[in-house]
């Protein structure tokens, strides 16, 4: 990915950023959809320095079963404010979704390297699924900020889990979604939606995030249309800051960390798991 002038020296990358551990206290928790929940906690100082893409490391509480931070996308920053999307699915985030206001906890953050905004982008394709949402939201709202077009193509299991619709719709010029089910949008896949998107609205970036194998079928997508693709790729995660190497993602250059080269990649750049299955086939 090449970025240069404003996109490159106030783009989401980490750039050398300074990681700051804050002390957070939480100011609301939601509940936004079925086991999914917006947690909003002032961090004054993560708040005036992270950059749409990137992430944040709790640790969400004390004992040997919390040993290790959870990283969280960060959705929004508004103010002192940054706030995270999480769905419930252990003992962590089921923690995490009884806080209550006033409590507090320690974050390191923000971290890693965010998405990009190439110079003199006029229009911009979004694809979430699922809560691949989360760090999109950030995104489109520095986007639209920037006179940039936005397009979304959203989906879902159902139109319940269509979590950050309404901001969507307030900053995109364009949202189409798509259901497992059928209650919203069309039914099936958010893939379905993408080639008219691309042939109609011509973005000049595409950006991605939710389960790896929707990606990958972005990508490719955008790449028989000649257009630039990012993705945001979920990992494993224990250090957070590159150090443990836990987090590994295959590239045409090598293993990258995504805690610190990522976890927004240039689509391109990225060795998915159905490409390592067709090498060994050839």
Known sequence: MSCCGEAAEHGAGDGGQRKLLEQVVVEANERVATGVGLLALRA???AASVRPGQFVHLRIAEGTAFILRRPFSVHRA????????????????RWLAERE???????????????RIPQGAAHALLVAGGLGAAPLG???EALAERGVAVSVAQGA??????VAAGLFEDVARRVETATDDGSAGVRGFVTALVPALLEQDRPDVVYACGPEPMMCAVARMAAEAGV???VSL?????????????CTVSTRSGLKRACADGPVFDAVD???AQDEVEGLKR
Do not use: H
């Not at 508004?78 to 985030?93: A, K, P």
């Not at 299991?157 to 269509?162: C, G, I, V």
């Open 44 to 46: 004054p100082r993560m």
């Open 78 to 93: 508004r103010g002192e404010t940054i706030e995270v999307l999480y769905q419930v699915v252990g003992v962590g985030t």
């Open 101 to 115: 206001p006033g409590d507090a906890m320690d974050a390191i953050g923000p971290l890693g390297s965010g998405w």
């Open 138 to 140: 950030m995104l489109a």
């Open 157 to 162: 299991p159902t139109a319940e889990r269509l």
């Open 228 to 230: 630039p693709c990012q």
């Open 234 to 246: 979920e990992r494993l995660m224990a250090c957070g800051v590159g150090a443990c190497l836990s």
């Open 270 to 272: 990225v060795v998915w």
